[in-house]
């Protein structure tokens, strides 16, 4: 019999830092500390996190990085087929709707890639996707308007990206400061880690799957 997994069972609030001063895009993560590290959820059921990975807000929009390191093959990267590619994929709800079963325009998915994008695919890789099953889709988003930078080793990567404000649909920190948020990286070495629940209850899907972000000074 499949047991639930622990963190279905709860209603997660994690706090996203504030940065006025925000941090540099270069993929060395240099401007990153131990303040603005998500809480590795995972650990309640016993798993250790394969990588790290941080998030931020100001006015300008949302920052998150991650590096996965101790690889022991390059990352295959895809943007046609992102969901089989090694990523770091990220969910936003401007409302924080938890008790939707649906997105609404209000929801967004992206995924962050270290390489695939440029004419030779060495270049890293970022947009928007539609949410399967929305009941109603976000206004789309124009190629290139999330910026991301990488470092790519024999042995792993780093990667660090801006969102804009404006490709938040509803970004509104003073009237709305919960939004909901969810991550999870895939990697061909180590697998998925993410935030709450796996693609067994459907978190591509379900936003109230997702845990709510405070967006706090």
């Known amino acids: 019999m499949k047991l639930v997994p622990t963190r279905f069972l709860f209603d997660f609030e994690i706090r996203l830092h ?19 590290l998500l809480p590795p959820l995972c650990r309640i059921e016993g798993f250790e996190p394969f990588a790290p990975v941080y998030a931020c ?6 920052y998150v990085a991650t590096e996965v390191l101790n690889k022991s093959q390059p990352p295959h ?12 994929r990220i969910c936003t709800d401007m409302r ?7 997105a609404s ?5 992206f995924y962050f890639m270290p390489t695939g994008g440029g004419a030779g695919g060495d270049e890293p890789a970022a947009a928007s996707v539609k949410i399967a099953r929305a009941r109603e ?5 124009a ?12 042995n792993g990567y780093r990667l ?12 509104d920190p003073d009237e709305h400061g919960r939004i909901g948020f969810y991550y999870i990286i895939e990697d061909r070495d180590y697998g998925q880690q993410c935030l709450t629940v796996g693609n067994d209850l459907y978190w591509h899907v379900d936003p109230s799957t997702w845990a709510t972000a405070v967006l706090s000074k």
């Open 57 to 62: 807000w100001n006015e300008e929009g949302l």
């Open 96 to 102: 924080d709707t938890r008790t939707n079963k649906r």
């Open 160 to 171: 660090e990206a801006h969102i804009p404000a404006d490709v938040l649909f509803g970004f």
């Open 77 to 88: 990267c895809e943007p046609q087929y992102y969901w089989q590619s090694d990523c770091l």
């Open 18 to 36: 504030y940065r006025a001063r925000a941090p540099r895009i270069t993929g060395k993560l240099a401007d990153w500390s131990g303040d603005f």
């Open 143 to 154: 190629p290139d308007t999330i910026r991301i930078a990488s470092q790519v080793a024999r």
């Open 137 to 141: 889709d976000a206004p789309p988003v």
């Open 105 to 109: 325009r209000h929801c967004r998915q």
